[in-house]
């Protein structure tokens, strides 16, 4: 992949998305082959520096995956602190995320409290708030409703222009269709199509 | 959970905190009845003072010796008169004699109780050159004391040996208790880790709270190990004191934050060590 790609991945459910990712984020090992992160091989990170590389990617994932006894804002924040950032660049940082993704006024609310489309955008804020090169995005709207579905992708597609490189896996047609960008098909575990702007073929 | 924890690092430092007392207390009574072996020689009521001056000389000269306690014949007359008090035959068979029936001793301490064996051999040569008309000394006992220094160290060693085994069984009960305590908090916790490694967490700041709980729970079992012994020495000390002259509580109270640092330290040791433990072995990294 290039900076600044978006890149959608499909398939059958069991074709290997997932795993696809996790490779990425060095969670998973491939049995062949190799991860390249700006020429350094992913896999070959000692375990001590793994959270070193994880900083660098952002992950958003089905299940939102926030933490629930902190709010919004502390979900956020939490990004920041586990990378041992300073309480100024946290309140800095921390409100120009909510606002990136509209929930400047959802920002002391806990997860309970929100709505599925809300509780994403905060897992996107959240992906965003360290600045990482690369977004990473397991199944983003799997758990949403259409409209909340088209904001989550426009949110993606806001920060992509302003140049983090995204990569989603989905299984919505809608949202492939929409997006009109490169598209990789996968099917029991291999790549079988890689299209330049959005085909959903199955 | 960690009640329990909390609990069995209390007794453990407990146990720890009275043996430490046990200890103190039989090594102060040793050595206060080691200090009690003498050997007293009494002369004769009558033997002249020259020569009871050039024994004592003598006697003193001795390396071995230590300390050499003169006592006159009307002190050691004072003195039976003291201890008798009560005593109304004693008192009475005293008022028939004109004179003072009791003649002068000396108490000889030496410098190790080993030493004590020969300091009686002199004192025998020193009688086999008394004639038999003009006899000097009267008698010659020795307290040895041995009796009561071979008991007390027996009772020493046995309980030693007790302490020590039951102080492994509630180490290792104190460990594993924790250790399972802190597997428990973090298997509670594991979305939390989880999604404190996705974003790129480091190892220590997610092993470092199950650390300090280790280290949490060895503080509070060090406090209350304190104040559990405290009313305890109290109610102990003043009996102690008069059975062994050596009152547990002021032991306490003067070294203080030597146990305080032992006994929290230990404690703070035990917590860490088992959330190590548990830590290594359960928070795959």
Redesign the interface.
Known sequence: MSPKEFVSIVGHSGAGKTTLLKMI?AEDKPSEGQVFFESIDVHRIP??KL???????G?VFQDF???PNKTAYENIA??ME???RSDEEISENVPQALALVDLDDKAWNFPNELSGGEKQRVAIA?AIV?QPDIIVADEPTGNLDPIATYEVVQILRKINDLGTTVIMTTHNKGVIDELGRRVITMNEGQIVRDDATGKYVL | MSLASIFVITITLFVIGSTMFMDQLLATSLQTIQQKVDINVYFEPNAPQEEIEALKKSVEALPEVEHVTYTSREDALAKYREKNQNNEIALQALAELDENPLGADIAIQAKETSQYEGIARFIEEQREQDTAQAPVISKVTYNDNKESINTLTAIINAVERVSFITLVVLIIAAVLITFNTIRLAIYTAR??I??????????M?IRGPFMVQGVMYGLVGGIFALIILYPILTWLGPRTEAFFEFNLLTYFISNFSYIFLVLVGIGVVLGLVSSILAVARYLR?
Do not use: D
């Open positions: 984020i375990r001590t959270p070193h590389y994880r900083r660098k990617i992950t995956k926030l933490l939490f990004a586990a990378n041992g959240r360290n | 979305e939390e989880a999604i404190m490694r996705l974003v790129g967490a480091s190892n700041f990294v």
